[in-house]
C-alpha cells in the first residue's frame, strides 16, 4: 500500500522550502531590525492551558494527546457513557497541540514574569494545530509568523508594527492596504446605537461584509435582535468613505456621546497620524481607516489591523491588533500587549502568483562544475572550494556521465551557471563559464569565473 500524509497537511519540496525560508527570514530579519526578540514554546501544551480559551467551538478543534501508556486505567464503563467528550478528553488526555501562538506566550509571560524585562518584544515562527475540516486554503498544520510587545500601552507601538508590515512587503515586492479600526469606535458605535449589549453580535456582523455582502450583514444584525431603526442608523457607519481624515472627522461627530468611542477615534488619529510623518505615501502600501473591521477574536481591546493584497483576491495576509489582559486568563491581569502575525501560507501564494521570488531563492546553485573523469574533478575542487569561500552556492556534478545528462540536470534544477573543463582549459589554467539563460561561453581563470558569477 502507497504511504500517505494525514488531510490537512502537506510535504514540501525543496524548492518550495527555499520560498518558505525566503518569507520566513525576510519577516525574521525585519522584526530583528526593530528589537524584537525570539521565543520558542513547546508543540505540546498541557490541556489545561488550552481548553476553555479558544470558545466551545475552539476547543473541539484542539488535537488532543492520549496520555502514555494505559489510558484507559482508570476510566470506567460508566464514565465512557456518562461524561462529555470534553469530559472524558480531560481524562484521558494530559496535552494537546497548540492551536495558536497567543495562548502559549500568554503561559509564557506568566510562567518567565520574573525573568523578563518589560516591555518585552517578542516574535515567534512556529508550526500551530487545529483539527478542521480541511479545504482549499485551510490546513490541519499551518505556520504563524508573531510579534507582540507586551508590558506597554504605548500607541508608538501600534505605529512599530505598521512600519514593520510596511517594510516586510516592501521587501516581497507585495503592494498592500493596512486597515485600521479600534475596537473602541465599534464599543461606541454599539453605544450611540442603544445596543451596548449587542457589541459582540454587531462586530462579528459586521466582519464579514466583504465575505457575504450588506443585506445578509443586515439580515445577520436582525438575527441578532437589532431594531430596524438601530440597522439603519448603522448604514452609512458601515458605508462610510472618503480619506482617513474625512472618516475620522465623520465619526467625532457620531461618536460626540460615547467617550469610549471618542477614544478610540483618537487612538487611531495618533497611529495614522505618526505614521504618515514616517513613511511616506505610496502607490505600493497604504493606511486606511476601514469601520467594518472587527476581527472575530473578541480579546482585542484597542486598534487592530488586517492587510490584503492590491493585486492578488485572497483574504488578509497579516492581521493583529491590541489587547489589554493578555495573560489574564492565567491569573495574573493588567499586562496589555499587542501584537501582529503574517499568514505565510498566504504570502506564499501571492508571492507564487505574482512571480515575486528573485532568483537566488529558486535556484540556490549558482554553478555547476560539469565531471568529465577523475582528473577534470580533481582539477575543478579547488576553484570550487574558492568559489564557496567567496560565498557562492555551487556543486559538481558527482558522476562521470554524459554531458548531455550533465547539462539537463542544470536545467531542472534551473541552475544558472554551468563550468565545463576540458584539457584545453587545464592547459590553459581555465574554465569556460557558460550561460544557461543566454548561452554565451566564457573561457575565464578561477579568479574571473568568481568575480563573474558574483
Request: proline share 3%; hydrophobic share 40%; charged share 25%.
Amino acid at each position: 500500500m502507497k504511504p500517505s500524509i494525514p488531510k490537512g497537511t502537506r510535504d514540501f519540496s525543496a524548492l518550495e522550502m527555499a520560498k518558505r525560508n525566503y518569507i520566513f527570514d525576510t519577516i525574521r530579519s525585519v522584526y530583528a531590525l526593530y528589537g524584537f526578540q525570539q521565543i520558542e514554546t513547546p508543540a505540546m501544551e498541557n490541556l489545561s492551558t488550552l481548553m476553555g480559551k479558544y470558545g466551545e467551538e475552539g476547543d473541539k478543534l484542539l488535537f488532543k494527546i492520549l496520555n502514555s501508556g494505559d489510558f484507559m486505567r482508570g476510566v470506567s464503563d460508566e464514565d465512557i457513557q456518562q461524561k462529555t467528550a470534553n469530559q472524558l478528553a480531560a481524562q484521558l488526555c494530559e496535552k494537546g497541540l497548540r492551536y495558536d501562538l497567543t495562548v502559549p506566550f500568554a503561559r509564557y509571560v506568566v510562567q518567565h514574569r520574573e525573568e523578563l524585562v518589560l516591555p518585552f518584544r517578542r516574535y515567534q515562527i512556529q508550526p500551530v494545530w487545529r483539527a478542521d475540516r480541511p479545504q482549499k486554503g485551510r490546513y490541519r498544520e499551518f505556520y504563524q509568523c508573531d510579534a507582540d510587545v507586551v508590558g506597554s500601552d504605548s500607541l508608538l507601538n501600534e505605529v512599530e508594527l505598521m512600519q514593520i508590515v510596511t517594510e516586510v512587503f516592501r521587501r516581497f515586492g507585495v503592494r498592500v492596504c493596512i486597515k485600521i479600526n479600534n475596537r473602541k469606535i465599534l464599543t461606541g458605535i454599539a453605544e450611540v446605537l442603544g445596543a451596548a449589549d449587542k457589541i459582540v453580535d454587531i462586530t462579528v456582523a459586521i466582519d464579514k461584509l466583504d465575505k457575504i455582502g450588506l443585506d445578509n450583514v443586515n439580515a445577520e444584525l436582525r438575527e441578532d435582535g437589532l431594531t430596524e431603526e438601530q440597522i439603519e442608523k448603522l448604514q452609512p457607519i458601515i458605508l462610510l468613505s472618503g480619506s482617513n481624515d474625512g472618516k475620522i472627522a465623520t465619526m467625532r461627530e457620531v461618536l460626540a456621546q460615547s467617550e469610549t468611542g471618542l477614544k478610540g477615534i483618537d487612538e487611531v488619529e495618533f497611529v495614522l497620524r505618526t505614521y504618515s510623518s514616517l513613511v511616506a505615501e505610496s502607490d505600493s502600501c497604504r493606511l486606511e481607516l476601514d469601520l467594518t473591521l472587527a476581527r472575530g477574536l473578541n480579546y482585542y481591546t484597542g486598534c487592530i489591523f488586517e492587510v490584503k493584497a492590491l493585486d492578488v483576491e485572497i483574504g488578509s495576509i497579516t492581521g493583529g491588533g491590541r489587547y489589554d489582559n493578555l495573560t489574564g486568563i492565567f491569573g495574573m491581569p493588567g499586562i496589555s500587549g499587542v501584537g501582529i502575525s503574517f499568514g505565510a501560507d498566504r504570502i506564499f501564494d501571492v508571492l507564487n502568483q505574482l512571480n515575486l521570488y528573485p532568483e537566488s531563492v529558486v535556484s540556490a546553485t549558482r554553478v555547476l562544475f560539469v565531471n568529465f573523469g577523475e582528473t577534470e574533478a580533481a582539477y575543478c575542487l579547488p576553484v570550487l572550494a574558492a568559489a564557496r569561500e567567496a560565498g557562492i552556492c555551487c556543486e559538481i556534478y558527482p558522476d562521470s556521465v554524459k554531458m548531455k545528462k550533465q547539462m539537463t540536470y542544470a536545467n531542472q534544477k534551473q541552475i544558472p551557471f554551468v563550468a565545463i573543463v576540458g584539457e584545453n582549459e587545464m592547459n590553459e589554467g581555465k574554465l569556460t563559464l557558460k550561460n544557461m539563460t543566454t548561452g554565451e561561453q566564457q573561457l575565464l581563470t578561477p579568479e574571473e569565473l568568481i568575480a563573474a558569477v558574483k
